[in-house]
């Protein structure tokens, strides 16, 4: 991919409690990161990969009264503080390659929210999912824990979910033992065999990397939006042209997941590279 030309990122994320849940237990994240500084973007935007990096993130927090919804805010603020410090290693030449900056930064937040859920009572068993992207030049960059979602849509079409669902569930899917239909009603869909914080003792998170082209699009969603839609029908929505639909994707997603269902919290980002004009 090496055209010489700018490439860009146009971003949009949104969360929203649902139809029948009293708090929001979701939170997301967008930043962009350079070796002094990072910055908070707004929920929708478009800029270049000239001057910096970008950092999207969604975490479904979970635990008793508001603890959940304390340990989302948690793994996406300890990003903000801890991967800026990460990245200036990084650019200073330091042996630190992405895979373990990443396993780093989950690491931390990892012990963080254990810690916290040893030390205070209502916050006890406190855990959440996280899934962050790394945008760079040519490639991204991820780290996942739990059953929200990294989904890729490349620009020739089609959809791919490139995370790993953290649940037995998710393996069976994985596995070709059961279809999407039968995972979305399956019992134990629920059930994390990996999170954040909680009573997980080993971590095992899923970290990776994916070229990608200008033209590429990526969702980074909670399960709320899955429970709300088919797979088929986010690769529809997301390529939906904004002439017929000018909502920003996000919201569209979002928006519509809830008027489907909206048992859960509802939380998604869509990321979009493309040249600049």
């Known amino acids: 991919m090496h055209t010489g030309k700018l490439v860009t990122v146009k971003w949009s994320g ?7 849940r009293k708090n929001n237990e979701d939170a997301f994240l967008a930043l962009a990161v350079d ?5 908070y973007l707004g929920k929708v935007g478009e800029s270049t990969l000239a001057e910096c990096d970008y950092v999207f993130a969604v975490s479904d927090g979970m635990g008793g009264a508001r603890a959940g919804e304390f340990a989302s805010r948690i793994a996406v603020d300890r990003i903000t503080r801890l991967f800026p410090r990460s990245f200036r290693s990084a650019a200073m030449g330091m ?6 900056l990443l396993q780093q930064l989950v690491s931390e937040i990892h012990e963080e929210l254990q810690l916290l859920g040893r030390s205070y009572e209502e916050c006890q068993g406190m855990g959440a999912t996280l899934s962050l ?3 760079r030049p040519e490639w991204l960059y991820f780290a996942h824990v739990g059953d929200s979602r990294i989904y890729r849509l490349p620009a020739a079409g089609g959809i791919q979910q490139i995370t790993d669902d953290h649940t037995h569930v998710g393996w069976l899917r994985r596995k070709g033992k059961i279809n999407e239909r039968e995972a979305r009603m399956h019992p134990q869909r629920n059930q994390l065999q990996q999170a954040l914080g909680g ?13 990608y082209e200008p033209g590429d699009r990526f969702l980074l969603c909670t399960d709320g939006l899955n429970d ?12 939906e042209p904004q002439v017929k639909n000018p909502r920003p994707p996000a919201q569209l997603l979002v928006e519509t997941a809830v008027a489907n269902s909206g048992r ?14």
Do not use: K, Y
Not at 95 to 100: H, L, Q, R, T, Y
Not at 228 to 239: C, F, M, T, Y
């Open 228 to 239: 709300g839609h088919w797979d088929r029908a986010l690769n529809d929505l997301i390529r």
């Open 14 to 20: 949104m969360t929203h409690t649902g139809r029948f």
């Open 264 to 277: 859960d919290n509802v939380t998604a980002i869509v990321v979009e590279t493309g040249f600049a004009q």
């Open 35 to 39: 070796g002094n500084e990072v910055r």
């Open 199 to 211: 009573r997980i003792q080993f971590l095992n998170p899923h970290i990776g990397a994916v070229g």
């Open 95 to 100: 042996s630190v390659g992405f895979n373990d």
């Open 133 to 135: 992207c790394w945008i």
